[in-house]
């Protein structure tokens, strides 16, 4: 049999431990009951498509032998040599940043108080 190939639109590959997200049951996303990979998908690609149409394709993986307590462990595919602890209820879009994801969307700039009369 021959070996074949399919094209996918994937721009960014996320690996995310399985047994982690397991343990921490939710902890990501606004009300915190998503699990990481649900919450990247949904709030950092949103009208994206589905599985190989996605732009974005975050999948689960077995352990990476770290297992941090109340986190989960990601990786970005394209730079592997970087773990990510991703701590329950981290902010989604530090998450994009570390990981190197470009969603196409700029961050708003935070405002900071100078000084105050």
């Given at each position: 049999m021959?070996?074949?190939?399919?094209?996918?639109?994937?721009?960014d590959?996320?690996?995310?431990?399985?047994?982690?997200?397991?343990?921490?049951?939710?902890?990501?996303?606004?009300?915190?009951?998503?699990?990481?990979?649900?919450?990247?998908?949904?709030?950092?690609?949103?009208?994206?498509?589905?599985?190989?149409?996605?732009?974005?394709?975050?999948?689960?993986?077995?352990?990476?032998?770290?297992?941090?307590?109340?986190?989960?462990?990601?990786?970005?595919?394209?730079?592997?040599?970087?773990?990510?602890?991703?701590?329950?209820?981290?902010?989604?879009?530090?998450?994009?940043?570390?990981?190197?994801?470009?969603?196409?969307?700029?961050l708003?700039?935070?405002?900071?108080?100078?000084?105050?009369?």
């Amino acid at each position: 049999m021959a070996i074949k190939t399919t094209k996918t639109k994937w721009k960014d590959v996320v690996l995310v431990c399985k047994k982690c997200q397991k343990k921490l049951d939710g902890g990501f996303g606004p009300d915190g009951d998503k699990s990481l990979k649900k919450a990247l998908k949904k709030y950092l690609r949103p009208g994206d498509g589905k599985g190989r149409k996605a732009e974005l394709a975050v999948i689960q993986t077995g352990c990476f032998d770290i297992c941090p307590k109340n986190a989960v462990v990601a990786v970005n595919a394209a730079e592997p040599k970087q773990l990510l602890i991703v701590p329950a209820g981290a902010d989604l879009f530090e998450v994009k940043a570390r990981l190197g994801l470009d969603d196409g969307r700029r961050l708003k700039p935070t405002l900071t108080v100078v000084g105050e009369d």
